[in-house]
């Protein structure tokens, strides 16, 4: 048996398509897609332009002026590199920043992943620099263990914890680059970019943090970072940590690149040793070093031998030779040591000289010189 026809057949094609487009239900209208907010009442607004325009009076009469967590050292809401040699106390430095600006009343955070010590550090800190303070009253949080934040699940995680918190971080440090993004290429440029734009994005711009990110120099150039040169040009503040001689418990830390102040001249510290009051398993005294700040005097120090004078007498020399030079490199360095017939041995404390007078600074590559100082 044949099946019925369906009602709703369509009509043959020999007829004209006018015939019956009328018996059809009409369009709905073509509404275009709103990407704004939706409003109170439902309607959706315009969306807001991706780039304004301000006119350069409205900037300049805002009177904009550097704020800083740590005056003249550390500012507020930049990414910094902090970076030198193995044995420069990198480490002690980003703490003793941490905790004073704890003391002023901030959260901090330390994200360690060089390993235990921490405890031992902190108390030295507090023993010598906060003895009056209760360490329960200040706002520093520890993670005690490396994150990849090269992965956006861990750099998500570390946004979420701190955005979990009550009070966010004013400055968070990261100690090291290194121990903080396994799997990435140091020397690719665009692997450190991406990096650096990730700790901006999620913690600095998230957070309105200062982040400073601990790292190793190089191991021909001690005066700038290891690896992709991304990592000294991108962040928006650079300090180099510079030990001259390895015997000497002192450093010096470059304050010449801010994001908004002026070049200051360098900081210097000595590490003491710190006993904690008590003994190990073993019976010995538990101990932990401190950072002393040591002004760095601007006239010549007393006592100057015959290695130094002469030094300065060559450097007299040089800049009368390079009038217009204002950096003196590594290389430069070394070459009018060897002519002065410095003893090798001797060169670390005649630099360690020049340092602490002012005539050098350390710089990327090599010294600022001071020829007024000479």
């Known amino acids: 048996m044949r099946a019925p026809p369906f009602d709703d057949a369509p009509p043959p094609w020999d007829v004209p398509a006018e015939a019956y487009e009328s018996e059809l239900p009409a369009k709905a209208p073509v509404v275009p897609i709103n990407r704004g907010r939706p409003t109170g009442n439902g309607t959706a607004q315009e969306p807001k332009p991706r780039v304004v325009l301000r006119r350069a009076h409205e900037i300049v009469a805002e009177k904009r002026e550097t704020t800083w967590l740590l005056h003249k050292i550390i500012e507020a809401n930049v990414l910094a590199v902090l970076a030198g040699p193995r044995g420069t106390f990198k480490s002690f430095i980003a703490l003793d920043w941490m905790m004073r600006i704890a003391l002023q009343g901030h959260t901090v955070a330390i994200l360690s992943g060089e390993g235990a010590g921490l405890d031992r550090r902190i108390d030295a800190w507090m023993r010598t620099h906060a003895p009056d303070t209760n360490l329960a009253n200040l706002s520093v949080l520890v993670l005690e263990r490396p994150l990849n934040l090269s992965l956006v699940a861990d750099m998500e995680a570390l946004r979420e914890a701190f955005e979990a918190l009550p009070e966010k971080p004013a400055a968070v440090v990261v100690d090291t680059f290194s121990k903080f993004s396994a799997g990435i290429d140091e020397n690719d440029n665009s692997e450190v970019a991406a990096y650096l734009s990730a700790l901006s994005a ?25 690896g992709a040169s991304t990592l000294m040009a991108n962040p928006d503040a650079e300090y ?17 690149r801010f ?17 904690l009051g008590r003994r190990d ?14 002004d760095m005097p601007p006239q010549r120090m007393k006592g100057a031998g015959k290695n130094q ?22 290389v430069a360095i070394k070459e009018i040591f060897k002519s002065q017939g410095l003893a090798y041995n001797r060169r670390p404390e005649v ?4 340092v602490n007078i002012r005539v050098l600074t350390p710089s990327i590559g090599g010294y600022t010189i001071d020829k007024g100082m000479l």
Not at 309 to 330: F, G, M, Q
Request: hydrophobic fraction near 45%; aromatic fraction near 6%; charge should be positive.
């Open 202 to 226: 999620c913690i600095r711009d998230a957070l309105s943090a200062t982040v400073l990110l601990v790292a190793h120099s190089g191991h021909g150039d001690a005066k700038r970072p290891r």
């Open 259 to 275: 994001k908004d102040g002026a070049s200051l001249p360098p900081l210097a510290y000595e590490a003491k040793v710190i006993d």
């Open 281 to 294: 398993a073993y019976g010995d005294a538990v101990t932990s070093l401190a950072l002393y700040s040591s």
């Open 351 to 354: 630099l360690t000289y020049l």
């Open 240 to 256: 180099i940590v510079e030990r001259p001689s390895p015997a000497a418990m002192t450093v010096t830390v470059t304050r010449e």
């Open 309 to 330: 004078e002469r030094a300065v007498v060559a450097l007299k020399e040089w800049a009368r030779v390079n009038p217009n030079a204002v950096h003196i490199t590594s």
